[in-house]
């Protein structure tokens, strides 16, 4: 892809930009969702500081990390210990809702607009939000899934009884041998349905969803289309961000807009179809509604 050098534009106010962008909401034929990490960051999914000590201040002084990220990480002895501390984190960042409201903030601003929405996140925000599902595509997976370690087979498993019970019966960071989850078909431990490697569960409702977000994409194709990134980084390019640049240049009546307080970029080359706010995303939201 040659579209230029990535550059930040700031040369409008952020009064200026957010009329901008609130002018594009409105008139856009179709509006294109592309969620990351820092879209629920901003809606208080904070994994360090207050919200980790105060859920895994034991894991913490045991093990030695300071973030929920490094803990799920961690090398844990044995499967009881981790499978205490993954239910932990799977209930307070998949089946509690998040502080803020910004996921439902969002939703009442695009819901009755064509959209869709592809999400790199798998926190389920945008489900407990009342989001369609049939209007969202989440690439990476979902905390609230099982699937098989070997993989033997190309399903999922829904995992919140078994998540709620670990946490219930765990006791000193363990949790019983017989609530370890296993392959109800092969009998191999269940792992996360979580993109880490080549053996990520892609089930029919994945495939289901990358079709009807591929099908959303070509039949607006040349259409005034308002690509709106929010809180995408550089992790996962590819999924999002690169693909919006591209089509945002084959496309002249496109929008790419980007919203990030840290990255907020664009190619040069889609500069003049483009609007770059470098601001907290909640803070963007509330001013456009």
Known sequence: MFLGKPITIFTESYSDQIDRLKNEIENADSIVIGAGAGLSTSAGF???GERFSSHFADFEQKYGFHDMYSGGFYPYKTA????????????????????????????????????????TNVDHCFQKAGIDKKRLF????????????????????????????????????RIPTELLPVCPHCGKPLTMNLRSDDKFVEDEGWHSAAKRYETFLRT????????????????TPGIIKYPFWQIAAQNRKAIYACVNS?????????AGQSICLGADISTVISSLL
């Open 80 to 119: 009881e210990e981790h499978w205490a501390y993954w239910s932990r984190y799977i209930y307070f960042n998949r089946y509690v809702d998040p502080p803020k409201s910004t996921y439902s903030d969002l939703l009442r601003l695009v819901k009755d607009r064509d959209y869709f929405v592809i999400t």
């Open 262 to 270: 840290r990255e907020a970029l664009c190619p040069s080359g889609i």
């Open 46 to 48: 904070i994994y360090t």
């Open 138 to 173: 989440y690439t990476q997976g979902d905390y609230g899934l099982f699937q098989c370690s070997e993989p033997c087979c190309n399903e999922t498993f829904d995992n919140e009884a078994a998540v709620r019970q670990m946490l219930k019966e765990q006791k000193n960071m």
């Open 220 to 235: 607006r194709h040349g259409r005034n289309i308002l690509l709106l990134e929010l809180g995408v980084g550089y992790n």
